[in-house]
Each structure stands twice: as structure tokens, then as C-alpha cells.
Nanobody
Framework: QVQLVESGGGSVQAGGSLRLSCAVFGYTGSSYCMGWFRQPPGKEREGVAAIVAGGRTTYADSVKGRFTISQDNAENTLSLQMNRLKPEDSATYYC?????????????????WGRGTQVTVSS
């Protein structure tokens, strides 16, 4: 059974940086599709960044140029480097995985989820 465990959330002032990590347990293949999603209070979960088999990455327009998703297959981890953070980036961030995803920014494409980690950006 695949398990995903996030770490690295916290509080930071606007303009600061945070790095989120996601450890993957129970799957070591190279074709796993992985992504980061976020859900602000009272709002729907939205895609932030994803990486599909072959290493292709995709980002939400709101984070392009500020966030970088990366994957370490040797360590079986997924990371999200977040720079120049804004108050509107505040949310619970979730790591997600799927054996295959045709729409990597859609939560419905993912069947494995972590419990989430909180990111708070103050102005």
C-alpha cells in the first residue's frame, strides 16, 4: 500500500521561502505520477505542480517562476521549493501520487494522498 508523508510546512513572511518534502512508501517504480496540491480554508483543492513519468513538470500559473517541483528517485521523495511566497499561497499543502495521470493538475486523477502540511505566509 502506497503511503505519502509530507514535511516542511511552517510560517514565513511574504517574500520568504519554504521547502516541502514528501516521502513515498510502498512504491519504487519510475512511472509514478506525483503532484502537489493546496487547499486554502473554505476553498477547493487546486493543483500547484506536478511531475509525470519521464520527468515532465507542469505548474499552476500562479506559482510559475516561484515554485520548483523535483523528484529524487533514489531517495523516493518529492520536493517543492517555494520562493517569493505571498500571503495568497497560505494553505494546507498535499502531496499526491498516481500510477497514471492524464490531467496532472486535477485532484481527481490522484488516488494516493498525504495528510497535508500547513503553510502560512504573513504580509
Amino acid at each position: 500500500q502506497v503511503q505519502l508523508v509530507e514535511s516542511g510546512g511552517g510560517s514565513v513572511q511574504a517574500g520568504g521561502s519554504l521547502r516541502l518534502s514528501c516521502a513515498v512508501f510502498g512504491y519504487t517504480g519510475s512511472s509514478y505520477c506525483m503532484g502537489w496540491f493546496r487547499q486554502p480554508p473554505g476553498k477547493e483543492r487546486e493543483g500547484v505542480a506536478a511531475i509525470v513519468a519521464g520527468g515532465r513538470t507542469t505548474y499552476a500559473d500562479s506559482v510559475k517562476g516561484r515554485f520548483t517541483i523535483s523528484q529524487d528517485n533514489a531517495e523516493n521523495t518529492l520536493s517543492l521549493q517555494m520562493n517569493r511566497l505571498k500571503p495568497e499561497d497560505s494553505a494546507t499543502y498535499y502531496c499526491a501520487g498516481a500510477y497514471y495521470c492524464s490531467h496532472p493538475m486535477r485532484p481527481t486523477d490522484f488516488g494516493h494522498w498525504g495528510r497535508g502540511t500547513q503553510v502560512t505566509v504573513s504580509s
